[in-house]
């Protein structure tokens, strides 16, 4: 078996932490208020479809500015 160098450690850790970040941005725009997964337990207030919108309003307008 080949050892991982360093780039290929650089890429997997980058995928796992963009899986993250993704799994996070889901569950914020879930309309769900307890969410159990793997053990974790978490009730929470959901956001309102205004706020939602003005989040992704606020994310097209960083995305256009790049």
């Given amino acids: 078996m080949d050892t991982l160098t360093e780039t290929g ?3 997997v850790i980058g995928i796992l932490v963009a ?4 799994c ?3 569950i ?3 309309r769900c208020t307890t969410i159990n997964c793997w053990g974790v337990k ?4 959901v956001f309102s479809e205004k706020h939602l ?3 992704n309003e606020e994310l097209e307008s960083e995305r256009e500015k790049v």
């Fill in 24 to 26: 996070c941005s889901q």
């Fill in 19 to 22: 899986f993250a970040l993704k």
């Fill in 42 to 45: 978490c009730e929470r207030e």
């Fill in 53 to 55: 919108e003005r989040l």
């Fill in 28 to 30: 914020e725009q879930s």
């Fill in 9 to 11: 450690l650089i890429s």
